[in-house]
């Protein structure tokens, strides 16, 4: 068990769940070519103050030494799993929670890294708040392949927080989140036909079913590489076909949607087909754009990332 089981919080999100020898957090990393950096990631994780939890790394099908890698660890609570064919992330992630014995999930990208309260500060949170909170999340800095700091994402969510998740991805990446895997399991686990919005589609499912808090400091450091193939934000398609099945999938959601709120969640999935360089999508969500707002500003937004789209299409620089 944890050496913090002093921690009124921690303790308590203990005497809900199911005894030893189950660990309390399973950690799931999924990783595709990504042996360079699997090292670093998992010894964030094992640098934990909390530690009282497992890791099971998912190899998606890679054909770099990520197994070596891995195998090198020499720390028991460090499990590999392995795809024989490539699956993409959400699989990889589903792979992990079903191999996964502990009563929370926690995801981490396998080139992103913890701060190393994390695990501490978000289970204890959740202990505090009770059982009907499903999901913690913290603040996380976004880094380039130097380690220079390139964003920060501070939005703060909490209670029952779904209209506001439909507007935007507010949560961000999977490497924030802590879930009570009993509510993951209720909403059904990731959409694997995702190619793009996986952790934003996740969020807003379980936001329907439980409530959500935050741990208000930068605990996670998440990788900016936008030469880096394997990532989803660098790759254009995957873009357009998240975004689209997002809206297709949340549609009477976001009819339901105040205007004004439309019209925000709108503007967002206009600004990531006009950097994906879609003119389909774009002329397309403009004109829904104008039939639900009402306003002649949609039509010149709708103009605006017609041009941009151009731009990308013509440079060959995609990307938000």
């Known amino acids: ?63 770099d030494d990520t197994r070596e890698r891995v195998a090198a660890i020499a720390d028991p609570r460090v499990r590999y799993v392995a795809h024989e064919t490539n699956r993409g992330g959400a699989a990889a992630r589903n792979t992990g929670v079903r191999a996964a014995t502990g009563d929370f999930i926690a995801f981490l990208d396998s080139d992103d890294s913890w701060s190393p309260r994390k695990l501490e500060r978000q289970i204890a949170l959740l202990g505090e708040r009770g059982p009907e909170y499903g999901l913690a999340y913290t603040w996380f800095i976004g880094r380039d392949k130097d380690g220079r700091e390139v ?28 879930v009570r895997r009993d509510v993951f399991e209720q909403v059904g686990g990731l959409d694997e036909l995702l190619r793009s919005c996986q952790d934003w589609d996740l969020s807003i499912r379980l936001s329907r079913v439980t409530k959500i808090c935050c741990v208000e400091d930068y605990l996670v450091s998440y990788f900016h590489n ?20 997002m809206l ?11 205007r004004r709120q439309a019209a925000q969640a709108l503007r967002g999935f206009l600004d990531v087909f006009a950097g994906a360089g ?34 990308r299409r013509m440079t060959g620089r995609f990307g938000y």
């Not at 920060?152 to 991805?169: I, P």
């Not at 297709?248 to 105040?258: G, M, N, T, V």
């Open 151 to 178: 964003s920060r994402s501070d939005r703060s969510l909490d209670g029952r927080v779904a209209e506001a998740l439909l507007v935007a991805n507010h949560v961000g990446t999977f490497s924030s989140i802590v």
């Open 278 to 311: 879609s003119f389909e999508d774009v002329l397309r969500l403009g004109r829904r754009m104008a039939a639900t707002t009402r306003r002649p500003e949609a039509l010149l937004q709708c103009g605006v990332a017609l041009v941009r789209a151009a731009k």
């Open 248 to 258: 297709e999938k949340f549609s009477d959601d976001y009819a339901r949607l105040p």
């Open 226 to 245: 936008g030469a880096d193939k394997h990532r989803i934000s660098s790759n254009p398609a995957s873009l357009i076909q998240g975004h689209r099945r």
């Open 1 to 63: 068990m944890s050496r913090l089981t002093d921690d009124p919080g921690i303790a308590a999100a203990q005497r809900w769940l199911r005894p030893a020898p189950a660990p309390l957090v399973s950690v799931v990393i999924p990783s595709y070519n990504r042996g360079h950096a699997i090292g670093a990631c998992i010894a964030s994780v094992l640098a934990q103050t909390l530690e009282d939890f497992e890791i099971v790394v998912v190899d998606d099908a890679s054909t």
